[in-house]
């Protein structure tokens, strides 16, 4: 089975640009996750969905940042614009039922770099 | 928010060395959780623990949930080269409406010397 795929691994922009990373979670997950990591740092989440709906995005910085899972299924994370500060690893999760103790699978994640 | 304190920040230890790293907080969680990270990738779950005073292994791996539900270790026995990484604690709390909020710690930074 595979696991939670993202794309692309590595993104070098400068400041002021948009960047987008992208996330398929593990087949049947409902719940999908976005996580921020900064260097030195334990992931901090960023967004929550259950299936298409994001039902937790307190900690997503509105103003810049954005994201979407149309579909329920793949989601993607949009900044626009990029700022130094933003330079970090995006990881992507996902778990199988909502609400459950259960283990979130993590995907390998976007190290962003904004010049 | 919860706020995770995790101890040590890093270690060196010789191979065959037994490890051991907590984590403390000043609330309770219903789950704690315990990851190792590798270089480039992502967390992966070693052991969940669910119940305060639990104790549960995973081969050379032991975790304990504390009683008072606002601490957790991990042990590692006789530590091998493939131990290196960074091993996150993280406590899962019930928020409501069928939800689970997970909060990791800094992280301990183990390097093993063979």
Redesign the interface.
Known sequence: EAGVVQSPRYKIIEKKQPVAFWCNPISGHNTLYWYLQNLGQGPELLIRYENEEAVDDSQLPKDRFSAERLKGVDSTLKIQPAELGDSAVYLCASSPLAGEPNEQFFGPGTRLTVL | GQQ?NQSPQSMFIQEGEDVSMNCTSSSIF??W?WYKQDP??????LI?L?KAGELTSNGRLTAQFGITRKDSFLNISASIPSDVGIY?C?G?L??G??????T????TKLSVIP
């Open positions: 995770l219903n789950t959780l480039g990738e992502g967390p992966v779950l969940a669910y996150f993280a899962q019930y928020s409406a069928g939800s689970y909020q997970l990791f710690g800094k992280g």
